[in-house]
Antibody
Framework: QVQLQQSGPGLVKPSQTLSLTCVISGDTVSSNYAAWNWIRQSPSRGLEWLGR?????????DYAGSVKSRITINADTSKNQFSLQLNSVTPEDTAVYFC???????????WGQGTKVTVSS | DIQMTQSPSSLSASIGDRVTITCQASQDITNYLNWYQQKPGKAPKLLIY???NLQTGVPSRFSGSRSGTDFTFTISSLQPEDIATYYCQQYDNLPYTFGQGTTLEIK
């Protein structure tokens, strides 16, 4: 059974960097049939896909245009985890953030528990 | 970006009712559409993938279909545990996009 365990701070100050980590069990971050995504949810923006990383002979990343200049998603094979960094946050980045496995680049089948992140001074 | 227009935004129904939710894509996405169920305080759960395929372990009262760029999600006989918010999501093009959700309530 795949499990995704998220960790990271629930409060970030404006202009600083939001950092979250997702530890994978029951699968590997370098799996050839999965991609590892970050999705956030807020009342104003609904469910919003932020980006993903996956391995197919080499590492790939894709990002949403809305955050492309501020986001980095990295995989750490030694710890079997992946991470999200979002720079220069504003209150509009306040949301619940989920790490999510995507099967075969198709559907999102396993989700982390969610981390509520508030951007406030 | 592909826009997913989901309707209705909320729905009140009785136990045993047939419930239908629709999602319209702003362009052709073939069958590249999934449906999720989300209960309060929980992550979304995959119910239907590729427009009409039931995820393993999901009850058969849930189903999905496609007609062009219009997609339909149906609960054949509403059960108390089906009270949740439902979302469609396209994966034809990046960025992946979701519908705004349909909140289901018991009448």
């Amino acid at each position: 059974q795949v499990q995704l365990q998220q960790s990271g701070p629930g409060l970030v100050k404006p202009s600083q960097t939001l950092s979250l980590t997702c530890v994978i069990s029951g699968d590997t971050v370098s799996s050839n049939y999965a991609a590892w995504n970050w999705i956030r949810q807020s009342p104003s923006r609904g469910l919003e896909w932020l980006g993903r990383t996956y391995y197919k002979s080499k590492w790939y990343t894709d990002y949403a245009g809305s955050v492309k200049s501020r986001i980095t998603i990295n995989a750490d094979t030694s710890k079997n985890q992946f991470s999200l960094q979002l720079n220069s946050v504003t209150p509009e980045d306040t949301a619940v953030y989920f790490c999510v496995r995507q099967q075969w680049l198709f559907y999102f089948d396993y989700w982390g528990q969610g981390t509520k992140v508030t951007v406030s001074s | 970006d592909i826009q997913m227009t989901q309707s209705p935004s909320s729905l009140s129904a009785s136990i045993g009712d047939r419930v239908t939710i629709t999602c319209q894509a702003s362009q052709d996405i073939t069958n590249y559409l999934n449906w999720y169920q989300q209960k309060p305080g929980k992550a979304p759960k995959l119910l239907i993938y590729d427009a009409s395929n039931l995820q393993t372990g999901v009850p058969s009262r849930f189903s999905g279909s496609r007609s062009g760029t219009d997609f339909t999600f149906t609960i054949s006989s509403l059960q108390p545990e089906d009270i949740a918010t439902y979302y469609c999501q396209q994966y034809d093009n990046l960025p992946y996009t979701f519908g705004q959700g349909t909140t289901l309530e018991i009448k």
